[in-house]
């Protein structure tokens, strides 16, 4: 399947707030006591130490990001510029890191809120909490852009009037508790001191490189070329200053030691100048501080895993985008299903161990990056260009390099297990994707048969028309005519053939007749003659019998009246047959050539069948196909956005957009109108010969064949009409129809299977 683009929906407020929130997380909640402990008031220079070190960094991705704005962050630039294992491993790594960071910020949103809900189960709130961020991802990027806006607006609030009161209010900062411990440096020798900077760093640089958010979802983000490089800048200045800031009120309010020996420093702090009121208000500032870090964490490893589906090193079916919402829903479920299971262990350091090495890992290569592909492609665009080219991002990659040689050694040991599984993974992908592919076209084949229930001859000849018309599409597939005879209860079953023998001549001749015309046209066929005590417990039997049956194709006579539709044949079978199911309502197809084809298309598995059988159906004659959309007439549309989505969901049945495929989008409140509309509109070009639609999602209710709206399209339309259903299991069905609530926007809009 071709890759698909995001769409650009976060401007500069959005990725300004995607950036902050990524990089401002709990962490200063929580590491900012342990760090004073090591440093003492040396801690403001440490982190002003940090932020200059990781500004090295921010430089190279404003850089990478602007020029190269795709999905994937520092991932996608190491796959751009080199190819192998490597750029395997720093996806692999990153993509575990963001989601284990994820996890771990649902985990210490589950223990914040514990201080307000003392009993409240760890694991179960953090999947909870896991969960509703990825139903904010999967509604798209301009919901997490404003749920992101939210809550870094209101940490920067918090941590803004933190600063602020602890200096104006009485109980607030003091010069004395500031120097409490006897000056600014706490360790004897400039070395020790140096070095245990240098130490703390190393705890406290993941503080900082929240910004490669922005890098990761650039492909989502308007105008890059300007707004990439001021969010990724602006949101490093302003961490710096509210960490020293946040760190020099803190020193001045509580002792070294108190902040070092709290679980929760900020709140402690608070609880000074604030009175009773301090610890719940910063409780309530970490809980936010772990959401936004989620929000933006969630959205990295989603898009990491886009990236690596992109450039085959994972499941192609992960680069698919939702053709409404566009977001990577594949990517969404699977990563928040792992990040859920990782959540549910409840395990904070483990977490935060695999997420520390994940977040180095990728930082290190990402700057080397910038290097080979300024080599590789000198004349790309580049909005913004580093200075000191190459001395920086040679001297950004060491950082991180050093700023690796102090984090804990636990973090190293489980990075070298996350690498060595990932090279087993990337060794085995290739065999792996090769098996799932023969397994996959092995069930395909075997499901080759097209089964065709005939018992009218006024219908048969149309039925079988369509039927080798569909044969001749698909290789390998057959043709199985089938004539069902209803015994009656008093003939034993097993003298039921005799009763064939003697008294269904008419029907033999009907079958062999039908026979007779698929072999003529190149498509073997052969017969089937069934007693049964019901005609649609006897097709139903036989299609489940035959386990190569993929198809069941039927005909309609008539008007789609509830009278006519509840208890008949054909809804029965319909309703019941655990394969694919086509309805003609023939008005037409055995008088000639099928031409013109018009498929109103909405998405849903449904829609896709129709669009595969219609394309398969004007393909077998020559003709041509017209994608059809329906729009309301009333409210702002972009029509350039809904070609998109039509363009695009017609690539991803087809794999390709042949020349014989045109678009239509068409204005109307009322679906039906607005198909039979089209399928009246005649203008310059011959009318159509037939509408094939899906069926929408009452298909399932006992007076509806298709659903309403294929019903009446099939009684409105001057053509014939093919209606279809595509088999799905019953859970896989419920899953689809509740993601697809979760997601509609709001408004007017059109379900995956409203027009099918």
Same mark, same amino acid.
């Given at each position: ?107 210490g949103f589950a223990l914040s809120l514990r201080i307000f809900l003392p009993g409240l189960p760890v694991s179960a709130t953090a999947v909870g909490i896991v969960a509703i961020f990825a139903i904010i991802n999967f509604r798209g990027s301009e919901e997490v852009g404003r749920t992101q806006v939210i809550l870094a607006g209101l940490l920067l609030a918090s941590l803004t009037g933190y600063v602020l009161l602890g200096l104006a209010l009485p109980d607030g900062f003091t010069w004395a508790r500031f120097y409490e411990g006897g000056g600014f440096f706490i360790h004897k020798g400039a070395v020790n001191n140096v070095v245990k900077i240098f130490q703390t760093i190393g705890l406290i640089h993941v503080l900082y490189v929240g910004f ?115 977001? @990577? ?21 483990? !977490? ?66 996350? !690498? ?17 592919? %023969? ?45 069902? %005879? ?27 007749? %039908? ?37 069941? !194709? ?34 037409? %197809? ?9 498929? @109103?298309?909405g998405g849903g598995p449904h829609a896709r069948l129709a669009l595969r059988l219609a394309w398969d159906i004007a393909g077998a004659g020559g003709g041509s196909l017209t994608a059809l959309r329906i729009l309301p007439e009333a409210g702002k549309v972009d029509m350039k956005t809904e070609m998109d989505v039509l363009h695009q969901l017609v690539e991803d049945v087809l ?40 069926? *929408? ?22 053509? *014939?009409? !093919? ?34």
């Amino acid at each position: 399947m071709t890759n698909r683009r995001l769409v650009r929906t976060l401007g500069l407020a959005h990725t300004l707030m995607l950036g902050i929130g990524g990089t401002m997380g709990a962490g200063v909640f929580v590491l900012i006591g342990h760090a004073a402990g090591m440093v003492g008031p040396a801690l403001i220079l440490t982190f002003l130490v940090a932020g200059l070190l990781e500004f090295f960094t921010a430089l190279d991705y404003a850089e990478l990001s602007s020029s190269y704005p795709i999905a994937g962050g520092g991932y996608a630039y190491v796959s751009q510029a080199r190819e192998g294992f490597l750029p395997f491993s720093v996806g692999w790594v990153s993509w575990f890191g963001a989601m284990f960071y994820c996890a771990l910020c649902g985990v210490g949103f589950a223990l914040s809120l514990r201080i307000f809900l003392p009993g409240l189960p760890v694991s179960a709130t953090a999947v909870g909490i896991v969960a509703i961020f990825a139903i904010i991802n999967f509604r798209g990027s301009e919901e997490v852009g404003r749920t992101q806006v939210i809550l870094a607006g209101l940490l920067l609030a918090s941590l803004t009037g933190y600063v602020l009161l602890g200096l104006a209010l009485p109980d607030g900062f003091t010069w004395a508790r500031f120097y409490e411990g006897g000056g600014f440096f706490i360790h004897k020798g400039a070395v020790n001191n140096v070095v245990k900077i240098f130490q703390t760093i190393g705890l406290i640089h993941v503080l900082y490189v929240g910004f490669e958010v922005i890098g990761t979802a650039a492909e989502e983000v308007k105008n890059p070329g300007r707004n990439i490089p001021i969010a990724i800048m602006t949101t490093l200045c302003i961490c710096i200053v509210v960490y020293c800031a946040v760190a020099f009120v803190s020193l001045g309010v509580v002792s070294v030691e108190t902040l070092k020996n709290s679980s929760a420093p900020l709140a402690q702090a608070a609880s000074h100048f604030l009175g009773r009121f301090g610890a719940p208000l910063m409780g309530l500032a970490g809980l936010v501080a772990t959401l936004s870090s989620l929000n933006t964490a969630m959205i990295s490893s989603t898009r990491i895993a886009l990236a690596l589906s992109r450039d085959g090193y994972l499941p192609s079916f992960l680069a698919r985008v939702h053709p409404r919402l566009k977001t @990577p829903l594949p990517a969404i479920l699977l990563s928040g299903g792992l990040i859920a299971a990782c959540a549910a262990t409840g395990r904070e350091v483990f !977490l935060s161990y695999v997420a520390n090495f994940g977040y180095l890992y990728l930082l290190v290569f990402a700057n080397l990056a910038l290097v080979w592909l300024r080599r590789k492609f000198p004349e790309q665009k580049r909005p913004f260009k580093v200075p000191f080219y190459p001395a920086l991002p040679i001297v950004a990659a060491g950082t991180c390099v050093l700023m690796g040689a102090f984090i804990e050694p636990e973090a190293l040991a489980l990075g070298g297990g996350l !690498l060595a599984l990932g090279l087993i993974v990337y060794q085995l992908r290739r065999p792996v994707s090769r098996a799932v592919e %023969v397994a996959v076209q092995t069930v395909e084949a075997a499901r080759h048969e097209i089964l065709v229930p005939v018992a009218n001859p006024l219908t048969a000849e149309s039925l079988i028309k369509m039927a080798v018309i569909l044969g001749r599409a698909r290789e390998d597939s057959t043709l199985a005519a089938l004539s069902v %005879v209803k015994i009656p209860e008093t003939t034993p079953l097993e003298l039921a053939q005799d009763f064939l023998d003697r008294r269904e001549n008419r029907r033999k001749a009907l079958l062999k007749r %039908v026979a007779d015309y698929a072999h003529e046209q190149g498509v073997p066929a052969r017969t089937l003659l069934r007693a049964t005590r019901g005609i649609s417990s006897g097709i139903l039997g036989v299609a489940e019998a035959r386990s190569g049956v993929g198809l069941i !194709l039927m005909g309609w006579r008539g008007q789609l009246t509830t009278q006519r539709v509840a208890g008949s044949v054909v809804k029965d079978v319909v309703y019941g047959a655990k394969c694919d199911v086509a309805v003609l309502r023939n008005r037409g %197809v055995g008088e000639g050539d099928i031409k013109q084809v018009l498929v @109103p298309i909405g998405g849903g598995p449904h829609a896709r069948l129709a669009l595969r059988l219609a394309w398969d159906i004007a393909g077998a004659g020559g003709g041509s196909l017209t994608a059809l959309r329906i729009l309301p007439e009333a409210g702002k549309v972009d029509m350039k956005t809904e070609m998109d989505v039509l363009h695009q969901l017609v690539e991803d049945v087809l794999g390709e957009i042949p020349e014989e495929v045109t678009f239509s989008l068409r204005r109307n409140n009322s679906i039906v109108e607005g198909i039979l509309a089209e399928s009246a509109q005649v203008a310059d070009r011959a009318s159509y010969d037939l509408i094939a639609i899906g069926a *929408s999602e009452e298909w399932f209710l006992k007076d509806r064949l298709f659903g309403s709206i294929p019903d009446r399209v099939a009684d409105g339309a001057d053509c *014939s009409v !093919l209606m279809v259903r595509r088999y799905e299991p019953a859970p896989v069905s419920w899953l689809r129809r509740t993601a697809d609530k979760i997601g509609k926007p709001r408004g007017f809009t059109q379900s995956p299977d409203q027009v099918s």
